[in-house]
């Protein structure tokens, strides 16, 4: 089965920087809208943000908006999440997702079904 590689976690402190990666050699992401999804112990898994198949379309939630920021690039296979001024309640496991459609990107986990392993996000003084 697919599956996307995350990277680009680590340990960080609260107002600094991280951009995670997701990317994969198994499947062509031109035909699949992205989505970044976080799950911090104790708490249900909550979608990010996403991304359409041209990257025409983003979505932040809103909680998040102009701290974090979605991109992509199919010619490399893929899509990264800059995450600024990150605080401690950011730290969880972030995950990307595929979902195969061409317009727009899903909000609900359901719709997505190519998931990566996830990579450690932790903000900590």
């Known amino acids: 089965q697919a599956q996307l590689v995350e990277s680009g976690g680590g340990l960080v402190t609260p107002g600094g920087s991280l951009t995670l990666s997701c990317a994969t050699s198994?499947?062509?992401?031109?035909?699949?809208?992205v989505g970044w999804f976080r799950q911090a112990p104790g708490k249900e898994r909550e979608r990010v943000s996403c991304i359409s198949a041209a990257g025409g379309y983003t979505n932040v939630i809103d909680s998040l908006k102009g701290r974090f920021t979605i991109s992509r690039d199919n010619e490399k296979n893929t899509v990264w999440l800059q995450m600024n001024n990150l605080m401690p309640e950011d730290s969880a496991i972030y995950y990307c997702?595929?979902?195969?459609?061409?317009?727009?990107?899903?909000?609900?986990?359901?719709?997505?079904?190519?998931w990566g392993q996830g990579t450690q996000v932790t903000v900590s003084s």
């Open positions: 997702a595929a979902e195969r459609r061409t317009v727009s990107c899903s909000g609900g986990l359901s719709q997505y079904t190519v």
């Open positions: 198994e499947l062509s992401l031109v035909y699949y809208a």
